[in-house]
C-alpha cells in the first residue's frame, strides 16, 4: 500500500492519495478497510476511488459527486489497470466548487508518478 499524505490543501481542506494493487471489488472493499484501519482516514469526509479491472471499471464517489469519474478516466489514459487509487478529502468547511476536481486530477497524478518511479526503482 503507497499513501501519500498531506499533499494539498486548500482553504482548510486536506487531501491524501493511496493504492495498490487490487484486481476486484472484493480486494477494493477490503483495501479500504485496511485503508480505514488508520482512524485518520475512517475520519476523513470522503474516501473516494476508482479501479480499472479485466471485468470493467469500479468506483465509489463517497458523497464526493463526480469524483469516481475523474480518477477512473485518469486511470484510463494511463491504462492503469488493477491497481486502485484512492482519493481522501478532510472538508475543511468551505466549498471548492470546481477545483475540488483539478485537487482530485493533481492527487491522481502524484500517485502515478511516484507509483512509475517506485517501480522504475525496482526494475533497473
Not at 3 to 29: M, Q
Not at 61 to 83: C, F, K, P, T, W
Amino acid at each position: 500500500m503507497l499513501v501519500l499524505e498531506n499533499i494539498i490543501s486548500d482553504r482548510g481542506s486536506k487531501y491524501a492519495v493511496s493504492g495498490g494493487p487490487c484486481a476486484s471489488e472484493e480486494e477494493a472493499k477490503a483495501f479500504l478497510v485496511k485503508l480505514k484501519r488508520k482512524k485518520k482516514f475512517a475520519k476523513a469526509t470522503h474516501n473516494t476511488w476508482g479501479l480499472l479491472t479485466d471485468q470493467g471499471p469500479l468506483k465509489d464517489d463517497d458523497g464526493e459527486s463526480g469524483a469516481g469519474i475523474v480518477i477512473l478516466r485518469m486511470l484510463e489514459r494511463e491504462n492503469l489497470r488493477n491497481q486502485i487509487v484512492v482519493v481522501t478529502r478532510w472538508y475543511g468547511g468551505k466549498h471548492l466548487g470546481g477545483d475540488r476536481f483539478r485537487h482530485v486530477q493533481n492527487a491522481v497524478r502524484m500517485y502515478i508518478d511516484r507509483l512509475r518511479t517506485d517501480q522504475g526503482q525496482a526494475n533497473p
